[in-house]
């Protein structure tokens, strides 16, 4: 999924692709049989504790489409493009978001992210202008300063060989992003308020833990999190209160939202914009940094890959700040994050629940039914890629695409519910890869232990513990240090 290409393809680029007000669920009774699965019905705790092998597991076991009845939900794992396809494009109308949003929603209150129906439709139709191409083109400059910033930044720790997280450090980077492009404010000292609630509110949400998590009881847990959430939206609504006090344009996305009136002239409330506001902040940046912490994973891993990347930046860049003009060229870059997603897709799986009954793959999908799409399955699916567990950027190579389903890579989701921020990631992620791949080797601590912990993100458990290796230009001089010096 290049950003100057197939994004398009995937995306929604105009207003008349989104569904319209009056859509209707289409509710149908399938005679089909009934999916393949374990007997009765099952405790939870494997699919709590270890999610992701707990998956690979089932579907080893019983297929691509398995029913699993777990404590008092039906639950149906889908691992297959057919599947993922029919549920979030063909026959979007009948699924909603699963039950484990209705949780989230507790975090995100009605922000684009939770919301259903026509208040959803109508913030989509409202926030999409500041997603399209061209406005995502002009946060470009944000994107290259930024990382500039951070670079600057690691210089101590380049001099001294000291090893540092990597996660934290890519967390940090995409939120000032977000907070100047959307917001037109550096979050920098809101950064680690953000960074800690969102710790705890993902830990909560996170590994399947909402099956046990009854959000009525004083449990620790539960204590904790509604501080969290709490925390965050006291930011956000101080954030709101500044703007509303200083009543100018500023142009961004805060801007919009402020001024919107529905048709009957009123503007949005404060809660509204809180939801709003806060579901970009927290899915417009710990998503993108999760993509970026693999990736630096999997370059120091795969060296052959990490030097053709460099050639890549050296010859297209020669050591210049990357621009938007320069992402069409930086073809490789973005193949390097399109693998890494595929690998270690930063939303593992995406949850809806049948409005009515249905047929899936030819298999009975009772209404009620939770359905459980699984980008973590389908993008190491033997089926549709070769090698599915190496580290293979090629695979993204111009027309390569064209011998998969289009789910089986769906890293960004699908159909009218697909991810908004999808190029602004995709822009991000290769400004900030071929930035600091221009200057540095990312080298993970020897014995450092790696291993995904499926969050509502696919977070590394231990975090990223690296060192920074300073590169000299292949073929060329050494790296063009006056660049670094300005700023
Ligand atoms: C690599 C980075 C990212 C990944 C992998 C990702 C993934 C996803 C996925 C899978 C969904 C669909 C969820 C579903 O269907 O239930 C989604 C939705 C969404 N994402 Fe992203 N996302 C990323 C970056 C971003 C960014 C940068 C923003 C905003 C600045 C953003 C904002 C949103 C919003 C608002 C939605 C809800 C859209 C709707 O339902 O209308 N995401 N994202």
Redesign the pocket.
């Known amino acids: 999924m290049k950003v100057s290409t197939d994004s398009q393809s995937h995306g929604i680029h105009s207003l008349s692709e989104l569904p319209s007000r009056r859509a209707t669920p289409k509710i149908r009774f399938s005679a089909a049989r009934e999916a393949p699965g374990p007997r009765g019905i099952m405790s939870g705790s494997s699919l709590m504790y270890d999610p992701l092998r707990f998956l690979e597991k089932v579907s080893r076991a019983y297929g691509d489409l398995v029913r699993l009845n777990i404590m008092n939900l039906r639950i149906c794992l889908v691992a297959h493009p057919d599947g993922i396809k029919h549920v979030?494009q063909d026959n979007h109308r009948n699924y909603q978001?699963s039950f484990d949003?209705k949780i989230l929603a507790r975090l995100l209150g009605q922000?684009?992210?939770t919301s259903e129906g026509a208040l959803?439709l109508g913030q989509?139709r409202l926030?999409q202008p500041m997603?399209h191409r061209q406005k995502v083109a002009e946060f470009g400059t944000i994107m290259a300063e930024c990382t500039t910033a951070m670079l600057d930044s690691w210089r101590g720790w380049a001099e001294r060989g000291a090893a540092f997280d990597v996660m934290p450090e890519m967390m940090r980077l995409?939120l000032r992003v977000?907070g100047r492009a959307?917001l037109s404010m550096d979050l920098t000292a809101q950064a680690d308020a953000i960074g800690r609630n969102m710790t705890i509110a993902n830990e909560r949400f996170g590994s399947m833990g909402m099956l046990a998590f009854a959000p009525w009881l004083p449990t620790p847990g539960n204590l904790r999190f509604r501080i969290a959430a709490r925390n965050l939206r006291k930011i956000v609504l101080g954030i709101i209160a500044q703007r509303r006090r200083e009543g100018r344009d500023y142009g961004d996305l805060l801007s919009m939202l402020l001024e919107a009136r529905d048709e009957s002239g009123e503007g949005m409330s404060d809660e509204q914009l809180r939801d709003e506001v806060l579901?970009?902040i927290l899915?417009?940046?710990e998503?993108?940094a999760?993509?970026l912490s693999w990736t630096w994973y999997l370059l120091s891993q795969n060296p052959e890959a990490e030097h053709k990347l460099h050639r890549e930046v050296d010859e297209v860049l020669g050591g210049r700040e990357p621009s938007i003009s320069d992402l069409p060229n930086l073809k490789y870059t973005a193949m390097v994050i399109d693998e890494a997603?595929r690998l270690y897709?930063?939303?593992w799986a995406?949850?809806?629940a049948a409005v009515g009954h249905d047929e899936v793959m030819g298999y009975r999908i009772r209404k009620g039914t939770n359905l459980l799409l699984s980008?973590w399955l389908v993008h190491r699916h033997p089926s549709f890629w070769d090698e599915p567990d190496r580290f293979k950027p090629e695979r993204f190579a111009e027309g390569g695409d064209s011998k998969r389903p289009r789910y089986a890579f769906?890293?960004?989701?699908?159909?009218?519910?697909?991810?908004?921020?999808?190029l602004?990631?995709?822009t991000?992620?290769q400004i900030v890869l071929a930035t600091v791949a221009q200057k540095y080797r990312l080298r993970v601590v020897a014995g450092h232990p790696v291993e995904p912990q499926p969050l509502v993100t696919l977070r590394p458990r231990y975090g990223i513990k690296v060192t920074l290796e300073p590169r000299t230009r292949i073929g060329g001089s050494h790296f063009n240090a006056s660049w670094y010096s300005r700023h």
Do not use: D, S
């Open positions: 979030l978001k949003y922000g684009l992210v959803w989509r926030i997603f995409t977000v959307l579901t970009l899915a417009g940046h998503t993108t999760t993509a997603m897709p930063p939303v995406i949850g809806r980008q769906f890293p960004f989701g699908g159909g009218p519910r697909l991810c908004i921020g999808n602004f990631a995709l991000e992620a």
